[in-house]
Each structure stands twice: as C-alpha cells, then as structure tokens.
C-alpha cells in the first residue's frame, strides 16, 4: 500500500472515531469538564509540537533545553502527526520549491481535497542533507521508533481511560487539519501566493499563520507581532 494511501485512512479514520467517539462521550458521560481539558490538552499539545517540528527541527531557530526537547518530542508522538524526519524533508522542500510544481503540497497545484486527505506530492520530494538532523540523538531516536512509541502512548492513555484513545483521534485530527488549513489559506488556496491567515485562526495557532513573513525570511524566529509562539513560547523552552 502507498504512503499516501496509509496516510489517507489515518485522515478518515481519525476523523471517523472522532465523530462518532466525541457525541459518545457527551451522552454517556456528560462530563463537559473532562471535554474542556481534553480539549484544552490538545491545542497545546499540538501546538508544542508544531514549535518542535517546524522551529526547532526544520529551521533550528532555537535550542531548546534538556527538558524542552523531551517535551517536544513527547507533543510530537503522541500528536501522531508523524516522524521528525519526515517533517524535516517535507518541509525544507517545501520552502525550496514552494508553489511550484514540485512543491511537496502546494494548494497552487493539488485540488484542497487532497491537500485535506494528506495526498501531497510526495515524488517530488528531492534528497537533501541531513547532517545537522543526524547529529541530534533525540529526534534520530523519535524517528527509528516513532509509530512503537505511538502505539505504547496509545495504550497508556487506553490503561487511563478507554475514552482517551477517541481524544487521541480528535487530537491528530484538529492538528492535521490545522497543519492543512494554515497551508491551504496560507498560500491564498489557488493563488499560490504566500499570506497571513485569518488573527483568530493565526492566535490558535501561536502564530504559525503568519505565513507571508516566515516564506519571505525563513530564518527570522520571529514572524512579526502577532507571533505569540516565537515571542512568548519559544523564549520557555530555550537552552539557558
């Protein structure tokens, strides 16, 4: 089965746990406070992880502290987004050839259904150098076994609450519909035309959707005023 194949029935069957799991939960439980901090729970951690992924493995716009790196990469397992490295290549392709046609997922030339399904261009991922990727033991580690340790993170949250594996489904759903949305809207869909996403949206997302600064000036750590991850977030999780 293709990669692409696999990442779509992740999308679909996220998103059909999610749906079914979370009205479930309402009517048999009615604890809105668990829901509440679920909830809560999932925004950071996603948005940990996004910070781990994108800042610190893909741009290297910090180094984070002992701890810091453990807490990334906890956020980015149990977000199930996917392996680091993954991450990495996709993404400095992506800024390498952005909106062209040999863009890993540019709105300009996939249809949004496929960008929201995950079937991104993965062919025309070129090969890079990785060293500085390598080097770091942590993330390399996270990579070699990352679906292992999904799957015993899986089956802690099941030993807690059999409830926690549906808010692990809502979990990678939002932030893979997260990830899709900045992309989509922050390259104005089929413009190709690299923007700023909606405040409210770009606030959600500690301002990951300040799309135009970052594409015109990847190496800034901070991508203009409304950057409340790069201002706020960031400066917690650094190396002192």
Known sequence: MS??????????VALLITLIGLPMFILLEGNWLFFTIATLAGWITNNIAQIGYHRWLCHRHFEPSWWAKKLMLFCCVISGLGKPAHHVIAHLNHHAKTDTPDDTHSPKYLPAWKIFLGRYNTPNIKPMQMKSFMKNTDAMFVTQ?????????AFVHLLVSPWLLIWLAFNYTHGFLAFNI???????????????????????????????????????????????????????????
């Open 182 to 240: 900045q992309n989509y809207f922050g390259h104005s869909g089929k413009k190709g035309i690299p923007t700023e996403i909606h405040p409210v949206v770009n606030f959600l997302m500690l301002g990951e959707g300040l799309h135009s600064h970052h594409h015109r000036a990847p190496q800034d750590p901070i991508y203009g005023e409304q950057d409340w991850g790069g201002k706020y977030i960031v400066p917690l999780l650094k190396n002192k």
């Open 145 to 153: 076994y990352y679906w292992q340790l999904y799957i015993i993170a």
């Open 3 to 12: 990669y692409q194949n696999i990442v779509t029935i992740r999308v679909l």
